[in-house]
């Protein structure tokens, strides 16, 4: 059973920077993509970043691409949402998934296991 835990939500000012963290427990990674999402309220679920394990390709959705950054470290398992230049629309729930694939995927429909969600609130 594979297990996702999000930690390193809070409430930052427009402009500031945060780090979420995806601990990730229950099986070996290497054949696994590993992917961001954000849920605003009233909204659907979208795409942030995603990185395959073995071999660290990534893709990133529009809205945050050149601010944030995904990244991961291998000995602890776990994967890292750097987010810098924050709007207020950056406001939202992010969860953390797990699909065992070798390509990068954006949709969340194809992703099996997900995290309880963290928070991250941007205030103007």
């Known amino acids: 059973q594979v297990q996702l835990v999000e930690s390193g939500g809070g409430l930052v000012q427009a402009g500031g920077s945060l780090r979420l963290s995806c601990a990730a427990s229950g099986r070996t990674f290497s054949t696994y993509t590993l992917g961001w999402f954000r849920q605003a309220p009233g909204k659907e679920r979208e795409f942030v970043a995603a990185?395959?394990?073995?071999?660290?390709?990534?893709s990133y959705s529009d809205s945050v691409k050149g601010r944030f950054t995904i990244s991961r470290d291998n000995a602890k398992n776990t994967v890292y949402l750097q987010m810098g230049s924050l709007k207020p629309e950056d406001t939202a729930v992010y969860y953390c998934?797990?699909?065992?694939?070798?390509?990068?995927?954006?949709?969340?429909?194809?992703?099996?296991?997900w995290g309880q969600g963290t928070q991250v609130t941007v205030s103007s």
């Open positions: 990185m395959t394990w073995l071999g660290a390709r990534t």
């Open positions: 998934a797990a699909d065992r694939t070798s390509l990068v995927v954006t949709s969340a429909r194809a992703y099996v296991y």
